[in-house]
């Protein structure tokens, strides 16, 4: 072979004029780049025939052949939708027109279609707010990814094999997002895992007589002529059941997408099944009728137009209320978006309580305000414990993505000219959130240690900060101002609870600058008044929490916060206005548990066994004593009788299997943490015990498989370093990100970090 | 390097092998914007394989359909600006008076008829989301003067015009 010394040689004339006819024809025939100059005009016979295809029914296998033909498939042979979890009968693709419109269904279903028009289902794909994200993934990573989010944003595009590079499939279908005929085709679901886990089935809306699925649209004197065979195929018992919205109300970020590790996105569906409204989990701190997510966002009411499905004149809504206030905005749907306003204003979901008062230079402690009698003076610095209970709602607050979500506690002290003394959590005007507020969002983050605000989730390799209150639990915010020096009358105080849907840096990457400011909602709100000078107790407000509880919420917050000595005596309060409250013992049983007291936490434990006896809370908390005083036995009862009681509780199934891992009895600890993995299939507990467990039992490729598993959803320990990096650039973040910190109108930077002692 | 006559044949072969082969050549145009099927779908039409001119980010699409001696036409054209407060309002100005003001398409987005003849009616949305601008037109060259429906028409060129703001968001 001969080479050329010269790095640059010339060519040999033959060659270049080769080269650059060849240069040129390739830019010509490559008609699909987009840097083309030259118009182009190109063959189309093939996209015609998609066309039809995709417009009908059709023949499935003949479409599905021809959108194979040239689908990427990036994921493996055959696989449709990975990194998303959508599945379909048949395993293949099918086409758009296999699934009746949504005008088609609400020809009779009119209430459902007037609803549904103007809910997020049906705009699930095309808003601004979600387009923004899915094409930063299009443009970046490639269209094949955005299956990911597709397989719930919008099920027919993944499907059918729009997801890929030059599509040719119709997509027409885009404004419609999560149609009828997608939920309503739903034949089975998939594990609790997410991403899409749901399989549909080749949309029909009739069935024949042998209930067989007759698939397409069928005539409307047909449906009225059988009507149950019309529900036969649009309706499942499982659709229901919460574990049907936790197909997309459950995400992950798995490797396929992000090429790093499984990270948790959101667990809706676990803050449900781990809430007292499923009363599937003895660990609750207060108890309720069971509701599903369909309880509270499927609510049934009166239907204003034609509706079929509707029972004894009502009809369970199609609109799913929930927090949503932006969709509604943008698209001009008033209807959905004051539904949406009184939603999250109804309920009584969030309490807010101003429970306390601290007078600093005496260190005195007030509390509960309004039941006890105090004396203000100009000049006091005061601290107040504002106390936020999540009291009915049957996940966080903040549910799903709190990267875009914005929830933040405003906080206001007046005096009696109206003159502001203090103001935390207020809005700027570039529309940002005081960074000092108290919020109830988080903050991930990429390998550069920088918050990922473009909603970028394949580059989210840490969270540096992550606030919440989960379903049922209480959080304590702390706020410290002086009283002024030449103040008199009174003050008033109040502290709400603000949403808006999105966050302003949201918005201005989906709109630039230049847009309107999007609603801001109060969710709840407690005001007190003051007197500089006496302040005699008073009745409470009708929306307040009677003292035991108000107590008990202050324990619950200083325990979340790590408060124990604190949290006791919150606590203590409890039992001593409630001493027939079992919970009250079992609270202080647990704090002493945290706390590593477990001499007065087997007391109080006992105690609250006396007074309700075999009480599974109780119990449980027992059980884990009973292990580390090493009584096998009595740890195993308790852990049993615990199961017995709440078979579907992660917590109890997953301590029962280490009891059992622990007396070696393998079998039964196996089946504890199947049992475990049923209920929640990214349980690292279960991962990492079945697979020292198959291993034992000879099942090394279950075993193998477990390991794996383990291995992408346990924590990179590499992980903190970048959430460090971003909290070192941050210190508005770092202290908030410090349970016990205050907000304080005394110090230049808004806050202190550490409560000091006060 | 060793010495040998100098030869166009081998290059012209290969250029021409290049321009022949089938591989290359049945690449097919795609604009950016929307994809053949889906613009036959939202105008109704069977729409040929699109014309694409311009260079990226700034790139117009014009699909075209004959059927019964009626020509539609789509054409979408998008424009990057450096300065969105100076450089939209002569886009913007490509729908004259009385334009509708339409809710939820972009940034913002207009409405106007833009009938290019007396034979060729048209139907144009112009819009923008952040710094680019975006037009769309659908038209209609009814020589043997079929009946349409303006409302269609214009329900047409805003699921167009939806179409390409969301793939501009």
Known sequence: MLRNSSPNPPQPRSFAWGIAAATFAAVFCVGGVLTSVHPIHAQSDSTQTYQKTAATPGDRGEYAAKVASGYNYFFGKGDISTPGNAAVEGNTFIQPGAFPTAEYCGHCHQEAYHQWRQALHSNSFRTPFYRTSVNILNNTKGIQFSRHCDSCHNPIAVLSGGLTQNSVVNRSFDKDGLTCTTCHSIQKLQSTAGNGGYVMGVPAVMVDENCKRIPGEASYADILAHPDRHSKAVMQDFYHTPEFCAACHKANLPRPLNDYKFITAFTTYDEWQNSKFSQRNPLTFYTADFTPCQGCHMRRAANTLPEPGAKNGTFATHTWPAGNTAVPFYYGFDEQLSKTIAFLKSGNYLNVD????????????????????????????????????????GH????????????????????????????????KPNGMLDERAHSFTNRPVNTDGVFVDNHKVFTIHSVAYD????????????????????????????????????RQSYLNNVFGKDHPAYPIVELTSRSRTLNIGDNPAGPPAPQDNPDWMRWNNLGIAYLDQLQYADSIDAFAHVVQLRPDYADGYVNLGLTNIEWEQYSPARSELEHALKLSPGYARALYYLGLIERREAHSDAELADLTEVVRQFP????????????????????????????????????????????????????????????????????????????????????????????????????PQGTVGLNDGR | ??????????????????????????????????????????????????????????????????????????????????????????????????????????NEAILCRADKSPQTYAERVVGRVRDRAFIVTVSINARSKPPFNRATMEDQAKAVAEQVAGFLF
């Open chain 1, 467 to 502: 606030n919440t209150i989960p379903a049922g639990r209480s959080v304590l915010v702390r706020y410290e101002f002086q009283i002024p020096a030449n103040a008199s009358g009174q003050l008033t105080v109040t502290a709400k609870v603000n949403y808006r849907h999105l």
């Open chain 1, 396 to 427: 966080s607050l903040l549910p799903e993505v709190r990267d875009l979500y914005e929830a933040w506690v405003e906080f206001t002290v007046t005096d009696s000219n109206g003159n502001e003394i203090f103001h935390s959590g207020f809005i």
């Open chain 1, 648 to 747: 579907q509780s992660r917590d109890a199934r997953r301590e029962l299997g280490i009891t059992y891992y622990q007396r070696d009895d393998n079998q039964h600890a196996m089946e504890q943490f199947q049992a475990l993995q049923a209920i929640d299939p990214d349980d690292l507990a279960a991962h990492y015990n079945l697979a020292l467990l198959y291993r034992r039992m000879g099942m090394k490729d279950e075993a193998k498989q477990q390991a794996a598993l383990f291995a992408t959803k346990k924590l990179d320990p590499q992980a903190p370093s970048y959430s460090l990096s971003y909290l070192r650039n941050h210190p508005e973040i770092t202290t908030e990100s410090v349970p016990w910190h205050v907000h304080s109108a005394l110090t």
């Open chain 1, 354 to 393: 101003l429970f306390a008062l601290r007078k600093m230079k005496e260190g005195k402690t007030i509390a509960p305000l309004g039941s006890t009698p105090f004396t203000l003076a100009a000049g006091d610095v005061l601290q107040t414990l504002v106390v936020l209970q999540n009291k009915n709602i």
């Open chain 2, 1 to 106: 390097m060793r010495n040998r006559p100098l030869s166009l044949a081998p290059g012209l072969a290969l250029a021409i092998g290049l321009l022949l082969s089938p591989v290359l050549c049945t690449a097919q145009a795609v604009c950016p914007w929307m994809n053949q099927a889906t613009a036959s779908g939202l105008v109704g039409a069977p729409l040929g394989a699109p014309v694409l001119s311009g260079s990226a980010p700034s790139i117009a699409c014009t699909y075209r359909a004959q059927e019964k001696g009626e020509a539609t036409t789509l054409e979408i054209s998008v424009v990057q600006m450096s300065d969105p407060a100076t450089q939209y309002a002569p886009h913007r100005a490509r729908c004259r008076p009385p334009g509708v003001a339409l809710t939820a398409i972009g």
